[in-house]
DNA sequence: AGAGTGACCGAAAAGGTTTTCGTACAGTTT
DNA sequence: AAACTGTACGAAAACCTTTTCGGTCACTCT
């Protein structure tokens, strides 16, 4: 009832209760070795004044905080978000609680971070990057296991979880060729990134294996709306014939959509548009709605908990290496029109 | 050098150095009454044999765990990582580490994940909601103290950081009556929220008090491209002379802004729009750029955090009420043509 | 020499909980 | 009546750190 500025401890529900703290913790947790009647008494009193145990001593005894440290480079959220989204996910029901920590992409901030998370005894960590882009492994000898999400790390023993950019890259380009498309350009973004290298990869691969050669250059700059229109004004004067565009982002295929619609043509009609993200604000919002490729992020973000979960649990030497998730393909009326 | 599986403790450094646990505490804290000999002896074993303090036993003698709950309602993003980040910069270089808590809009989930805070002694806690509606309050009865950011709490006795959104209304009709607008329409999204509301009280307080009246009925639907292009398309129809256009959201603006494109009128010189909420990625993208109302959430979440932070240092009562934080007017191209 | 003064260090308690082990006692068996 | 069994409970140790307070020792001053 009362506010009460101190914290009742199980030493007051104890004596409250007629009862030794050893009896009170073991009613409480529903141990062996206490009366029916006792049990019944102490939890009445623990409800009664409100009591909450105190999880800090409980994990300075048991020697596990059940917490795990999320350490991210940036929260700028695009990608990390579905991420710790599935990761809190996949803890859900359990008793697991996550810090948060952004360490705005800068090298001394994340070795603070990362120190105070072993100090507050996290049992593991997830590093989740904010591209695919490799980055730089925490190091072999922490005494917790760490999983790396999106971002994979550099060195070969950890364990990094990463969308199959490569494979989305084939599914965009079989896609279209289902379609029956056959003069397919591609448009990405800054070439120096992973993503776009692989995405690129997988498009130049799946064009090849299937006997098609890829209509103009691929032409990679920027992630913007703005380069997508440039570029795709371009490859249309160049190619007259172009009938299928793959961007690198959903960002570019915007912009790919208004360039089209501008130079006369219709979607999916004369050129049929695909993405890459399938970003909810951006891909329902187009006119035709836009096919894009769904990283599985939410999935990828659960599958880092579940990993680090068991590497926790066991402490057998966890799994390592790069994993490469699956992504899968998301079509709406930009490549096949609705009836 | 070995991957250690047992964490070396304090008494470890203290029996390797020669010296009692309390010296090295003292020594590896810099307290007084330790020689400097000792004092580098300490620090250099501590260092050698990678120890690192248990701060669960730190927070239990000291009775503060140095840690806050972050419960949100929704780890949807678009309101809450600014939010967040703002938050994580306010403790910044203080060794104060963040709980992240999705509660999935769920109360029961929200109830689980409060007590999971409390058992974890956390020493305050920023409840932040994903729309400016108000919610129902944790209750007085806490132990810590706790404000609510984005979406106030529906007791006033709580502290609530809210942006100011009738303000942002005002904001945007200024503007364009500056341009020498004055027929002047209002696209707005789910007239059952708060947000769509206030936003609107402002653009009709502001119209009222300039002497102008709205360029048509204000539309209110969704928050979406889809109904500000519809929206556009109908009010264009009614009203030829219609020269400016506020958005309940750039989303919704973007779709005003194909909308006035496909009727054949150019923005700005005919048609000046503005939107709400300055999502880089949507005002950068647009053509021309989106003029937007910044409701500074990062600057929210920076101050909840310094609300929350003095009522963990004071005892005294904190502050409380809901306060409505100033937002800011973001001029981009949609409203004036350059040069 | 005796007293006084600092500087340095260690023993012990405290914080809240869980677990182990021992004790008391009622009831049951020879 | 003696020995045994099993149930219910409590004392105490353990987890790791910090702080208080008292103690030791080498000095300096009268």
New binding site residues.
Partial sequence: MATNPS?V??????SVA????????????G?????????SRVAEVAGRLG????????S????RSGTIGLLTGDLDGRFVLPILRGAEDAFGAGAIDAFLCDARGDVIREQHHLNALLTRRVDGIIVVGRSTDSRASLGQNLPIPVVYAYAPSDDPRDLSLTPDNVSGGELAVHHLLDCGRTRIGHITGDPTRAAAQDRTTGFLRAMEESGSTPCGEVMASAWSEQWGRDATAVLLEQHRDLDAIVAGSDLIARGVLDAVRDSGRTVPDDVAVIGYDNWSVLVTGARPGLTSIDSNLERLGHEAARHLFRAMSDDDESAHGVHHLPVRLVIRGSTIAHR
Same sequence: chains 1, 2.
């Fill in positions: 914290v401890t199980l030493k007051d529900v104890a007629g009862v030794s703290v050893a009896t009170a913790s073991k009613a409480l947790n141990r062996q070795d206490v009366a029916e009647a006792t049990r009591f909450t145990r105190n999880e800090l001593a409980r300075l005894l048991s020697q």
